[in-house]
């Protein structure tokens, strides 16, 4: 949809006109809900802050993009409007939409009725809106359509916070903004690099098996497996909930890395080929030796992944719902915490985790 904001075309945007158009059009507003008789044909549940929010907002953008007080209102700009900016950057659940029509031809009728404005801009405004109402209710159902500001604002209230809290807001903000540059990196499109996790390289250093029967340890291959993995970290913490609510980007990255890593270096094991008593034998290894920053998240990123894999079919059916047994079994063994977020007991890094694991490798 064109956005005519900029149109050099257009007269000057000016600060008094815009401040004279929302003053009377507050006051016709006001008018309108004290007039019982017009205000009979209003939808039940709309009130007059409801019917406010309407009109100037109508109003307002009307002139910012097209430079029509209501008073030289067209279809186009009309059109444009309800078409446009309501359904791309109106922050509001798809059913409250319907409402907004019927509220605004019933105003439009009230002001030509009171000589406001002229009967043919009424008229005319009475019918751009009954034929756009539609168009627009349909538009807001489909997410495609909201402009970034919204789907911020949209995201907001589906998780129920409060606009007025600062702490809350920074707090879904910076998730947000973490989970829309995943998915965008998810799908090769630029992305703030500094936004989403990057794992280290120390899978290069891994102490590995050199042969099983007919496979051969390749470097090629463990970092095409470890970027493999990364992705998959990347998907399951963008688009769980659960998980990116509760846990960072870092805990699942870390939680699904460090475990398939250790799958391929010891036993040249991929995805497709995880077994389960070597999936049991590493899951085991980690918690034991607490080498992830929060153990809490191993067996919940564990299972999410490992359900979106069969759900892919990138794993067997069969294979992910044993090796999802192995988690929920596993998992009883994670230390409980005292505080959310915080183990009990020493925490090792990963890099000491995987030189104990070179020397136990030693002992065998």
């Not at 009967?119 to 209710?137: D, L």
């Not at 496979?215 to 990364?230: D, E, N, P, V």
């Not at 080498?291 to 892919?312: G, K």
């Amino acid at each position: 949809m064109t956005d005519d904001t900029f149109d050099r075309e257009l007269p000057q945007w000016q600060q008094d006109v815009a401040d004279d158009i929302q003053a009377y059009t507050k006051k016709w507003v006001t008018q309108f809900v004290q007039d019982k008789t017009a205000w009979k044909a209003v939808p039940d549940g709309v009130n007059q802050r409801d019917t406010e929010f309407y009109v100037t907002t109508l109003t307002k953008r009307i002139y910012d993009q097209y430079r029509k007080t209501p008073k030289t209102w067209t279809k186009k700009a009309i059109t444009g409007v309800l078409t446009g900016y309501f359904v791309s950057n109106i922050s509001m659940p798809p059913e409250d939409y319907i409402p907004i029509g019927p509220t605004l031809t019933a105003f439009v009728d009230f002001v030509g009725k009171k000589g406001f404005v002229r009967s043919i801009i009424s008229e005319r405004a009475h019918r751009a809106i009954a034929e756009a109402a539609p168009k627009m209710v349909k538009l807001a159902q489909n997410p495609k359509n909201y402009g970034p500001a919204k789907e911020v604002g949209t995201a907001m209230m589906a998780a129920n916070v409060d606009p007025s809290d600062p702490e809350a807001v920074n707090a879904f903000m910076d998730r947000y903004n973490q989970i829309t540059q995943t998915q965008q990196a998810l799908k090769g499109q630029q992305y703030n690099y500094a936004s989403v996790y990057h794992p280290d390289e120390q899978y290069k250093e891994m102490p590995h098996t050199e042969t099983i029967g007919q496979r051969h340890w390749r470097l090629a291959t463990a970092t095409r497996f470890h970027h493999q993995l990364t992705e998959y970290a990347w998907d399951t913490w963008a688009n769980v909930d659960e998980l990116n609510k509760e846990y960072s980007q870092a805990d699942v990255s870390q939680a699904i890395i460090t475990l398939g890593d250790a799958l391929y270096a010891q036993y040249l094991e991929s995805p497709k080929t995880w077994q389960s008593e070597h999936f049991r034998e590493v899951f085991a290894d980690i918690i034991k030796r607490q080498a992830v920053p929060n153990l809490q998240a191993l067996p919940a990123s564990w299972e999410h992944l490992l359900h979106r894999l069969i759900d892919t079919a990138k794993i067997p059916k069969k294979l992910g719902e044993a090796l999802i047994a192995e988690v929920r079994s596993g998992a009883k063994a994670v230390p409980k915490v005292s505080t959310p977020g915080h183990l009990q007991g020493k925490v090792i890094s990963m890099k000491t985790y995987k030189r104990q694991l070179k020397k136990r490798k030693r002992r065998r």
